[in-house]
T-cell receptor, first 117, second 110 residues
């Protein structure tokens, strides 16, 4: 079974540019999560999809960040325009079930390392 | 106060040692708990879920104390390959938002 994949693995952009990150969850996993880790800090939740619906986007930093999951399969996270403080590692995770159900364990992708210059 | 707090570490132990990590969470309504390990510059990997009755997987034992809002992870007979950062993870009540602790770094020495 293929794991969670993310693209690109690295991205270096200049302040003010736009970047789009992609996540492909494990096949059959309806729940998809985005996280971010900035240097020296803990991993922070950004948002959670169930299929194509956003269940919780309380962790999104501001309106420069837009996440989509059209069709309920892969997801994209767009940052526009990027700022210096957006640099970090963006992880995606998926789970078969969500909430507090058994089977809600999340499996992480390798992350996208974003550097904004 | 952070929602999930862990021992700051690092822990430096010899091979074969037993080591215990602690984690506390602030929201008493939290219901799902996990331990993940993360190797340097890699993604977090699920180590084990933590159940109310406690659970064991080989050399690893996890326990949950709801009254004290406390989770622990015990590693017996430490191996060099156990060197990693151990992350305590708690699902927010309702289950849709996940909170990570800052992690505890473990170094196992030969």
């Amino acid at each position: 079974e293929a794991g969670v994949t993310q693209f690109p693995s690295h991205s270096v952009i200049e302040k003010g540019q736009t970047v789009t990150l992609r996540c492909d969850p494990i096949s059959g996993h309806d729940n998809l999560y985005w996280y971010r880790r900035v240097m020296g800090k803990e991993i922070k939740f950004l948002l959670h999809f169930v299929k194509e619906s956003k269940q919780d986007e309380s962790g999104m930093p501001n309106n420069r960040f837009l996440a989509e999951r059209t069709g309920g399969t892969y997801s994209t996270l767009k940052v526009q325009p990027a700022e210096l403080e957006d640099s970090g590692v963006y992880f995606c995770a998926s789970s078969r079930l969500g909430g507090t159900q058994v089977g809600n364990e999340q499996f992480f992708g390798p992350g996208t390392r974003l550097t904004v210059l | 106060r952070k929602e999930v707090e862990q021992d700051p570490g690092p822990f430096n132990v010899p091979e074969g040692a037993t080591v215990a990590f602690n984690c506390t969470y602030s929201n008493s309504a939290s219901q799902s708990f996990f331990w993940y390990r993360q190797d340097c510059r890699k993604e977090p990997k699920l180590l084990m879920s933590v159940y109310s009755s406690g659970n064991e997987d080989g050399r690893f034992t996890a326990q949950l104390n709801r009254a004290s809002q406390y989770i622990s992870l015990l590693i017996r007979d430490s191996k060099l390959s156990d060197s990693a950062t151990y992350l305590c993870v708690v699902n927010h009540p309702g289950g849709f938002k996940t909170i990570f602790g800052a992690g505890t770094r473990l170094f196992v020495k030969a």
